[in-house]
């Protein structure tokens, strides 16, 4: 019976670039609806993370805590609280997972083979580092806060402490150092969602004996606040980051050709906008001039997201009637939640700041991505021709690259 087979045209560089030149063979692997070419594993050397590379600062952050609590007299170590496991695991983890992280993220920039990190510059490391460190310091501090709960009273003798101590930092590194292996630019998206959503999360949860929600949204980054600071520095590191990721796209564009006007006034209005939103942290809402200042940022900030749903059929190119209808339904239910909270009354002021934010806040990552799909366009996808021949063999049908 004849069976089909197919000849699949590579082009040279991308067989370059995986490294592929002298394999003799390739990975074709299944995913949903997508076929995948990727090098063949090889089992024997399979291990991503040498062991060495989180074990030994993983023993060292261990000896300093076995040397701490003793220092300390500590014959019995609770879970969680001041002097704890989770305290010097928060502490002690965070400095080694950074250090971890950064090592490997810089080797992996310095790699010329390293297509994936090859296009963030230099200039947005230091922020990308900060940000890793951010979202681990807040990711322990919502896990012992549950462990907390679960395990509330729970202590351990000293030994047994550290014990515990080495599998979770040794869990910590592996996986900074797995995390930094795997970045890519196009992560940078995914890690501002993690630090605003996250931030903001915890923020909420440390301030809930104060019952913020009845006061305003801004009331979490007030010194009237139980804890201020996740707040304003969530809102601070997700401009840091958003100004990196508008670096990064708009000089990829700017690269590949597209150099229209409407990009240049568009990248201006989002540094503008980032700009903004480090501002609402970094002026909180206390009484006084931060007050007027911090109210001033935000119609800045609000301002700025109008004129971009507006204007962006104009600004953008190869913009999607998908996205337009999207933005144009995110303006009319800003409008709508503005008239339900400032004419009917029937919104309070949290719940439209809410809305407000979360709307915005989603039309924001929705056009970075609009404007991500533009740089990858180009040189992550090409049209290959499929050339069809038949084979007499069995029933079962093959396919050959």
């Known amino acids: 019976m004849e069976e089909k087979k197919y000849n699949l045209e590579i082009p040279s560089e991308f067989i370059s670039e995986l490294g592929l030149d002298n394999t003799g063979e390739i990975q074709l692997k299944k995913e949903g609806k997508r ?20 074990l030994i600062p993983s023993i060292l952050m261990t000896i300093s805590f076995y040397a701490i609590v003793s220092s300390l007299h500590m014959t019995q170590i609770p879970m969680t609280g001041h002097e704890s496991i989770s305290s010097f695991l ?4 965070v400095f080694s997972g950074v ?7 810089i080797r992996g920039k310095r790699d010329p083979k390293n297509r994936s990190t090859r296009d963030i510059y230099w200039r947005n490391v230091p922020t990308i580092i900060f940000s890793s460190a951010v ?39 592996y996986f900074m150092i797995y995390s930094a292996s795997l970045f890519t630019s196009e992560m940078i998206i995914n890690v501002l969602i993690i630090v605003i959503v996250g931030g903001i999360f915890f923020s909420m949860i440390t301030n809930s004996e104060s019952q913020w929600w009845q006061i305003n949204f801004s009331f979490l980054g007030t010194n009237e606040a139980v804890s201020s600071w996740p707040f304003n520095i969530t809102l601070m590191i997700s401009a840091l980051l958003m100004i990196a990721l508008i670096d990064y796209l708009f000089v990829t ?78 303006a009319v239910c800003l409008v709508l939640s503005n008239i339900l909270f400032e004419n009917v009354g029937y919104f309070s002021l949290t719940v439209f700041e ?20 533009l740089t990858t366009l180009d040189h992550q996808y090409v049209t290959i021709p ?9 029933h079962k049908k093959a396919y050959r690259v």
């Open 35 to 54: 076929l995948i070419i990727e090098k063949p594993m090889n089992h024997d050397t399979s291990e991503e993370v040498p062991l060495k590379w989180f």
């Open 90 to 93: 928060i502490y002690l983890g």
């Open 99 to 105: 250090i971890s992280f950064s090592i490997f993220f």
């Open 135 to 173: 979202i681990l310091f807040l990711v322990l501090m919502a896990f012992f806060w549950v462990i907390g709960t679960v395990f509330e009273g729970a202590s351990f003798d000293k030994y047994t402490a550290t014990a515990i101590f080495l599998l979770f930092i040794c869990a910590i590194n």
């Open 253 to 330: 564009l700017k690269n590949q050709g597209y150099t229209q006007k409407g990009l240049i006034v568009l990248r201006i209005l989002l540094t503008l906008l980032a700009l903004a939103l480090g501002g609402v942290g970094f002026f909180p809402n206390n009484a006084g001039m931060l007050h007027e200042l911090h109210d001033k940022v935000a119609g800045v900030l609000v301002t700025l997201v109008i004129i971009l749903i507006i204007g962006i059929r104009w600004l953008l190119p190869q913009v999607t009637k998908q996205f337009l209808v999207v933005s144009y339904t995110i």
């Open 354 to 373: 809410l809305i407000a934010f979360g709307l915005a806040f989603c039309w924001i990552l929705l056009l970075l991505q609009q404007i991500n799909r």
């Open 386 to 394: 499929l050339e069809e021949y038949t084979e007499i063999k069995s």
